[in-house]
């Protein structure tokens, strides 16, 4: 019984989750902006606003970090147990 | 079913006190020996390389430079483009290759003295040591309530910690932006926005990676730890204690031999779960934790020496000699690794030797295929691209071949690139269509550098009308 009450997502440490989500999009977002400015001139890209090439390589790294981070949040909100599965798994038994 | 119930929730508030216990910090025992000696030898050559190849120069300008706004690699006497991005990619598959290679032959000899978490984290230790003091003080340093004293002493290590990774992060961006601009504008504070969101974003994570997180970013973060027990067999270095030599465990007095007390040779003195910097005790054997640094290697022997038994009750090994068996440096997946990292690294530096420094775009002009002049001849018109990769400029001669008596028409009688430049010409063929024998005829541009010998052939075509 407490074995099945345990749910598998406590077991893993907060700092494990933080990092879920920030590192694996930090990489991904890394290869996206390459990837991404090999086929785009970034002062194309930001033609209408005053921004530097560095900048727009930033602006380009960070935007790609976090909508690689949401997909990231989402995968390890989902991943949570959920409940009606776990209730039918215990009255099975 | 209300008994269990009962009996989960008195149950819960402990497990939950297990699965949010807060990660005790580890405080790494300092070590002597010899392999604290090479790494200290390879975090001090790595740091140094890191901080002060940016310094260096190379024909007036920095040796190493990742000028990405103009999107040009410096490296030494190269240029590097986008176009030669597969050197960049061969040059990480060596790397990989190599960490195969290494991992196979002696464990994670990568990890324990040359990645960078471990060359920060070893100097951030150093600095905490500096101002805290020995493992013991900085414990008691830490249970105890704050005060002026122990204020002083944190203060003054986040300080030099800060300051040191705020260097890192101006030496890294320092990489991309020339050095010596941005250390004139150091003093000023004058640094672009970007410059200044880099700077920190690196001094920060190199703080908390080397000041806070430490062995868990080993743990949590980096993919190589969870992987390489797959290039690990039983013919690999590891770290091993020797349980058939050390077991029973006891402590006893000085000078007491093993047999003396009926115990085996581990004195139990856990000096060696003090030194590890990711807090594991090695004598439970092999754990993915163990970063091979070889700190408790050290360690046992310093105790096995006070004590006068032999040295190497920690010690590198292989599963093989453990259980007695022969271990062979030379076997399939040593020579496999080994044969490919070669011959992709010959491979590579030939390509790159190779490397043209000029290199030739014909883009025919999409107007028109043809035009008839009023001679009778048929004309094509191109823009000529010239790419200057040379780290000196070029004069160039042009010449083209492959239809009988065509003449040339350049917009500019001199072609010439300055180095790291792209200078774009104009240019018309002219042919008798009585040489043409189909409507597509291929042509070749030679180009040639007139005060060296360097050339690049390009095709192109010249189109005219349906051949009858």
């Known amino acids: ?93 | 079913m209300t008994e269990q119930k009962k009996a989960t929730s008195t149950e819960t508030p402990s497990i939950e006190q297990d699965l949010y216990q807060k990660r005790k910090k580890i405080y790494p025992r300092q070590v002597h020996g010899l392999f604290a000696a090479l790494r200290v030898s390879g975090v001090s050559l790595l740091l140094g390389f890191f901080y002060i190849m940016p310094w260096l120069m190379w024909d007036g300008r920095q040796a190493i430079l990742f000028d990405l706004p103009e999107r040009k690699f410096y490296i030494l006497g190269m240029i590097f483009w986008p176009q030669d991005f597969i050197y960049l990619t061969m040059i990480l598959v060596i790397a990989a290759l190599s960490l195969f290679f290494f991992t196979a032959l002696a464990g994670r000899l990568w990890c324990g003295f040359a990645c960078p978490q471990t060359v920060w984290t070893e100097s951030f230790l150093y600095i905490e040591r500096f101002i805290e003091g020995t493992r013991q003080q900085q414990m008691k340093l830490d249970k105890m309530p704050m005060n002026a004293n122990k204020f002083f002493k944190k203060f003054s290590k986040h300080f030099i910690w800060i300051t040191f990774s705020l260097f890192t992060g101006f030496t890294f961006v320092g990489y991309f932006t020339p050095i010596l601009d941005l250390s004139a504008a150091i003093p000023t504070l004058n640094l672009g926005p970007w410059e200044w969101f880099w700077i920190l974003f690196y001094g920060f994570a190199t703080y908390g990676n080397a000041g806070w997180m430490r062995e868990q970013v080993c743990t949590y973060m980096c993919p190589y730890a969870r992987f390489q027990s797959a290039m690990i067999d039983k013919d690999t270095l590891i770290i091993s204690y020797d349980e058939k030599r050390g077991e029973p465990r006891g402590s006893r007095k000085r000078g007491q031999a093993p047999e003396q007390v009926s115990l085996g040779s581990c004195v139990d003195c856990s000096i060696c779960v003090q030194v590890c910097p990711t807090g594991i005790d090695i004598r439970d054997g092999l754990q993915y934790q163990c970063i091979g640094c070889a700190a408790c290697i050290d360690a046992c022997d310093d105790v096995m020496d006070k004590m006068g038994y032999p040295k190497g009750l920690i010690k590198y090994t292989t599963e093989n000699m453990l259980n007695g068996d022969r271990t062979r440096a030379f076997r399939p997946r040593i020579l496999v690794y080994g044969m490919i990292l070669l011959g992709i690294t010959i491979g590579t530096i030939i390509a790159i030797m190779n490397l043209s420094p000029i290199e030739l775009d014909i883009i025919r002009d999409r107007n028109a295929l043809f035009r008839e002049t009023g001679m009778g001849m048929l004309e094509n018109v191109y823009t000529l691209k010239v790419i200057n990769k040379d780290i000196v400029g070029h004069e160039y001669r042009l010449s083209v071949e492959g239809i009988k008596d065509l003449k040339l028409n350049l917009a500019k009688q001199r072609i010439y690139a300055n180095s790291g430049s792209v200078v774009e010409i104009p240019m018309s063929i002219e042919v008798d269509p009585a040489n043409l024998k189909q409507r597509t005829t291929e042509i070749f541009f030679k180009l040639e550098a007139i005060d060296t010998n360097l050339s690049v052939t390009e095709e192109a075509r010249f189109l005219g009308p349906r051949v009858r």
């Open chain 1, 1 to 93: 019984m407490t074995e099945t009450n345990k749910s598998t997502q406590n077991d893993i440490p907060v700092m494990q989750k933080i990092i879920a989500v920030l590192w694996p999009s930090f990489l991904v977002a890394g290869v996206e902006t390459v990837v991404f400015y090999t086929l785009f001139d970034p002062l194309n890209v930001f033609m209408d606003y005053d921004v530097s090439r560095l900048g727009a390589y930033s602006i380009g790294f960070l935007l790609f970090w976090v909508f690689t981070a949401l997909p990231c949040l989402l995968t390890l909100y989902f991943a949570k147990p959920c409940i009606p599965c776990a209730m039918n798994k215990n009255e099975a038994k």
